[in-house]
């Protein structure tokens, strides 16, 4: 049995970091740009909800990076056995095929789709590979209906503090400036 290199636990947030640095560049525009032409395409869906600004982009790419840094670390303390490393990595490899699907869908890019193919796939594919020739334990169907389960709710747990975080803010109380003269009696 050999160690697991660090390239395939680090890898995970090094692959990650490349992947979401697409969609941190692109997902803000792109939102904005594509609604119209989705909402023809598709009608009746909430497409008014897609739309994000670049801070909640910015945010939500930030709080799913420590999801998978905290991943990462635990499957690098053990030598990738870590049930959670596996399941996010599954999820990982899940979600560049849902880069894919959302590209197919809308007939066109969509944010993430240049480095799914590239990175997001191949990295997965060849962790799940070096995993198994170094004799790691892979947990298969738990670790993979894990990741598949935990997918949509990391992704939208991190959208929906996102959006909390950046919502904009109305003061309980008047901005400070000259006080207005009081009515007189």
């Known amino acids: 049995m050999e160690k697991v290199p660090a390239a395939v636990t680090w890898g995970l947030l090094a692959a990650w970091t490349v992947h979401d640095a697409e969609e941190l560049a692109t997902m803000a525009r ?11 395409r598709y009608p009746g869906l909430p497409w008014d909800r897609l739309e994000v600004s670049q801070r909640h ?4 790419i930030g709080l799913m990076g420590g ?11 053990t030598g990738g056995r870590s049930r959670t ?6 999820g990982f ?10 590209s197919v869908a809308v007939r066109g890019y969509t944010p993430g789709a240049v480095t ?6 191949p990295f997965t594919a060849w962790a799940w590979r070096r995993l198994r ?4 334990p892979v947990h298969g169907g738990v670790a993979t209906w894990t990741g598949l389960a935990a997918l949509p709710l990391a992704l939208g747990g991190v959208h929906a503090l996102a959006h909390v975080l950046t919502r904009p803010r109305h003061p309980a109380t008047p901005p ?3 006080a207005a003269p009081l009515p007189r009696r």
Do not use: I, K
């Open 85 to 90: 490393f596996q399941a996010v990595l599954a």
């Open 57 to 60: 982009v910015t945010v939500a």
């Open 176 to 178: 400070p400036g000259p």
């Open 67 to 77: 999801v998978v840094a905290g991943a990462a670390a635990l499957g690098a303390r």
């Open 133 to 136: 020739s170094s004799g790691v």
């Open 116 to 121: 799914a193919p590239l990175v997001v796939l």
């Open 93 to 102: 490899g899940a979600h560049g095929v849902v880069h894919l699907a959302q």
């Open 30 to 40: 792109w939102t904005r740009e594509a609604r119209p032409r989705l909402a023809e």
